[in-house]
């Protein structure tokens, strides 16, 4: 279910996909790749098709998954909690400036709220 979830959340509405565990039992329909996709809250990429039939349309937007543009970002795998404040007032001043430094004692989530930010 979470799997299903997660794989809705990344298309346009009226767009039909299909994780890599359902492509197999489909056979009636054409299924075009669109690659594989990082889904949040999951720990490995999933192969991501859309179903093709007459009556469907075909042209829909990227994808929305976790990595839509490649990066060199690190992969991150757990939701952020409870500093949706901070990551906000970060995106805010990364709007504004090109170049922002993070500080604060070791361990309080500086990089994990950098690539929060940087990968939304």
């Not at 509405?13 to 492509?23: H, R, Y």
């Not at 690190?74 to 990364?94: H, I, N």
């Amino acid at each position: 279910m979470n799997r299903a979830a997660r794989l809705m959340s990344c298309g346009a509405g009226g767009q039909i996909l299909v994780s890599s565990t359902a492509a197999p039992l489909i056979s009636d329909y054409e299924l075009e790749p669109l690659g594989e996709h990082w889904l949040m809250d999951l720990r490995t990429p999933d192969r991501v098709s859309q179903v093709v039939a007459d009556g469907l349309d075909t042209d829909f937007p990227p994808i929305r998954s976790l990595h839509v543009v490649p990066n060199n970002l690190p992969g991150v795998f757990e939701r952020l909690v409870g500093r949706d404040y901070d990551a906000e007032q970060l995106a805010a001043v990364l709007a504004e400036h090109s170049l922002v430094t993070v500080v604060g004692v070791g361990g309080i989530g500086k990089t994990r709220l950098a690539l929060d930010v940087a990968t939304s």
